[in-house]
């Protein structure tokens, strides 16, 4: 089963709008969340969150994670055309076996002019 | 400036050819990952190296071989080439403990006629 599960899979909406990208997790001995963002080739970093409650802000790029409920959101302000692209979120915990990161399976943004 | 390097960016396989993707990263950092990306289904880990000498399974390690040469270089074999592996492929590294963030290379398209 899935252990990070991002939402929506995909998203159209206009320049200028505000959208809201949700990932929620379920896994053991969590250690921390990322955020990346993917154009064309390799995803670039956006955010790491390891406390809950503490908004972290970048330009019109913020998010938030809820170590209670087991979820983050990546919010994006007066969306840019440039802000087209996949959103990937990954969970850090600790006793993965091979592995303690997992992503999810991304949310695809597009912005219409 | 290089981060995580990685070759070929693009290869056409027949299928049953041989191939390797080389991955050299000069961060000095101890893990470093083999990921495969196929549309819908996110970034699904390979191969996963802990540190120099070790390596480890990871989701999808069915027709695949790494070697962890030394703690720089980490490549990734296709014995025998099937159109299933058709994706696109990604190199990526990080500090475990240390820099949770995960640091990727330009990725290599790869398609198997």
């Known amino acids: 089963e899935d252990k990070v599960v991002q939402s929506p899979l995909s998203l159209v909406v206009h320049e200028g709008d505000t959208v809201t990208l949700n990932c929620s997790y379920e896994?053991?001995?969590?250690?921390?969340l990322l955020w990346y963002k993917q154009e064309k080739k390799a995803p670039t970093f956006l955010f790491m969150l390891?406390?809950?409650?503490i908004e972290k802000k970048s330009g019109r790029l913020s998010s938030i994670l809820d170590k209670k409920e087991l979820f983050s959101i990546l919010n994006i302000t007066a969306t840019q055309t440039g802000d087209s692209a996949v959103y990937l979120c990954a969970v850090l915990y600790s006793g993965g076996g091979a592995d303690g990161l997992t992503f999810g399976k991304g949310t695809h943004l597009i912005i219409q002019p | 400036n290089a981060g995580v390097t990685q070759t070929p960016k693009f290869q056409v396989l027949k299928t049953g050819q041989s191939m390797t993707l080389q991955c050299a990263q000069d961060m000095n950092h101890n893990s470093m990952y083999w990921y495969r990306q196929d549309p819908g289904m996110g970034l699904r880990l390979i191969y996963y190296s802990a540190s120099e000498g070790t390596t480890d399974k990871g989701e999808v390690p069915n027709g695949y071989n790494v070697s962890r040469l030394n703690k720089r270089e980490f490549s990734l074999r296709l014995e025998s080439a099937a159109p299933s592996q058709t994706s696109v492929y990604f190199c990526?590294?990080?500090?475990?403990?240390?820099?949770?963030?995960?640091?990727f290379g330009s990725g290599t398209q790869l398609s198997v006629l």
């Open positions: 390891t406390s809950s409650g």
């Open positions: 990526a590294s990080r500090q475990d403990r240390v820099d949770e963030k995960l640091f």
């Open positions: 896994v053991t001995n969590f250690r921390s």
